[in-house]
């Protein structure tokens, strides 16, 4: 059974809450699904409403573009499978999905003469927007699929998806023991409630509003609006009064001014 549609689907574990699969555009795309079984291939064709179910790699020739959603442990033995196949694997691209495995894990696939990329979501608030890492060929045809689904791609530069894992740790992870310092340092010096809302709303909205600005190589908050001399006083009386608390303060604000120093010297180059 040979549609000449664009888009194969091997799929494997719960995929039912997948938001790629979801896509509108799905419906028209998918053709040949390949699972554990071809019951399971058919249950899920029948739960997106797209497709048919094939029992063999083999089946899934007819589509130029083949996303792979499968638990990241099972990833390397489906590849495995794929390169003993006979797919003409010069006009087809393949892309692992909703993961962040990187695409270096389909690169026996990419030795086959394909093109690999991999697909995140960028989090749980955003489920029509992705980011995109790999090849450019499987890339844009990625997005292309994306787009006609109404969702949005991100691309990242090839080999760059541990840069990709770094920023969202920085923006999702890093930051809340710092905010709850803060929320306890604030609690600690009296403000609780509404005031400790207002407090904590004011300083997220600057924090936001320097990023979304670009943000300058220098201070911000106190460290800007007093002299050094008052700053120096406050860390001393608090390395006194609460040493866990200095500790913490004084290890990121040398990050900070790590920081600050290196995009200074950055932006003078230039």
């Given at each position: 059974m040979k549609?000449?549609?664009?888009?194969?689907?091997?799929?494997?574990?719960?995929?039912?809450?997948?938001?790629?699969?979801?896509?509108?555009?799905?419906?028209?795309?998918?053709?040949?699904?390949?699972s554990v079984s071809l019951q399971v291939a058919r249950r899920i064709s029948n739960f997106l409403?797209?497709?048919?179910?094939?029992?063999?790699?083999?089946d899934l020739d007819c589509a130029q573009l083949i996303l792979l959603r499968l638990p990241d442990g099972e990833a390397s033995r489906v590849v495995d499978e794929l390169c003993e196949t006979d797919l003409p694997f010069g006009e087809m691209s393949f892309v692992i999905c909703?993961?962040?495995l990187a695409a270096d894990v389909l690169l026996p696939l990419q030795r086959q003469g394909s093109q690999i990329a991999s697909l995140v979501s960028?989090?749980?608030?955003?489920?029509?927007?992705?980011?995109?890492?790999?090849?450019?060929?499987?890339?844009?045809?990625?997005?292309?699929?994306?787009?006609?689904?109404?969702?949005?791609?991100?691309?990242?530069?090839?080999?760059?998806?541990?840069?990709?894992?770094?920023?969202?740790?920085?923006?999702?992870?890093?930051?809340?023991?710092?905010?709850?310092?803060?929320?306890?340092?604030l609690r600690e010096s009296g403000v609780a409630g509404n005031d400790l809302v207002i407090l904590m709303n004011e300083w997220s909205e600057l924090l936001r509003q320097r990023v979304k600005k670009g943000g300058r190589a220098t201070w911000g908050g106190p460290l800007a609006e007093c002299s050094p001399d008052v700053a120096n006083g406050y860390l001393r009386q608090l390395a006194s009064r609460d040493p866990t608390l200095a500790a913490a303060l004084n290890e990121w604000l040398a990050l900070a001014g790590r920081k600050v120093v290196a995009r200074a010297k950055s932006q003078s180059a230039t």
């Open positions: 549609k000449q549609l664009q888009v194969g689907l091997v799929v494997e574990g719960n995929a039912t809450a997948s938001p790629v699969l979801r896509l509108s555009c799905m419906v028209e795309e998918v053709g040949p699904i390949k409403r797209a497709g048919y179910g094939v029992t063999d790699y083999q909703e993961t962040w960028i989090g749980p608030n955003s489920q029509t927007c992705f980011a995109v890492e790999g090849d450019l060929a499987a890339v844009r045809k990625t997005k292309r699929l994306l787009e006609r689904g109404g969702a949005r791609a991100i691309e990242l530069r090839p080999g760059a998806k541990s840069k990709y894992f770094a920023a969202n740790l920085l923006a999702t992870a890093i930051p809340i023991p710092v905010l709850q310092l803060a929320q306890q340092a």
